[in-house]
Nanobody, 123 residues
Framework: QVQLVESGGGLVQAGGSLRVSCAASGLTFSTYTMGWFRQAPGNEREFVAA????????YYGDSEKGRFTISRVNAQNTVNLKMASLKPEDTAVYYC????????????????WGKGTQVTVSS
């Protein structure tokens, strides 16, 4: 049974930093592209970042470039998202997702999802 469990969300002031992590189990982690998505109330789930299977290539949404950093440790089956210079509009539930294939920036392309972790940025 595949499980993706996010952690590290919370409340942070605008301009601050936060790191969210995702622990994966039940899958051969190194064969999956990993992604982060977020969803705010009333909005569609949107792409935040993705990292290739070996961790050599990373991709970001336009609003996250230069502020967010995705990384992974295959030996620990974990993927992290470090967020800096946070803005109130970054407030959302952040989801970890796994895709058996090449990098995909669309939510429908991912095979497994975590339950999400709330990130709230106060102004």
């Amino acid at each position: 049974q595949v499980q993706l469990v996010e952690s590290g969300g919370g409340l942070v002031q605008a301009g601050g930093s936060l790191r969210v992590s995702c622990a994966a189990s039940g899958l051969t982690f190194s064969t999956y592209t990993m992604g982060w998505f977020r969803q705010a109330p009333g909005n569609e789930r949107e792409f935040v970042a993705a990292i290739t299977r070996g961790g050599f290539e990373t991709y970001y949404g336009d609003s996250e470039k230069g502020r967010f950093t995705i990384s992974r440790v295959n030996a620990q089956n974990t993927v992290n998202l470090k967020m800096a210079s946070l803005k109130p509009e970054d407030t959302a539930v952040y989801y970890c997702a796994a895709h058996l294939g090449l990098v995909n920036m669309t939510a429908t392309g991912y095979d497994y999802w975590g339950k999400g972790t709330q990130v709230t940025v106060s102004s």
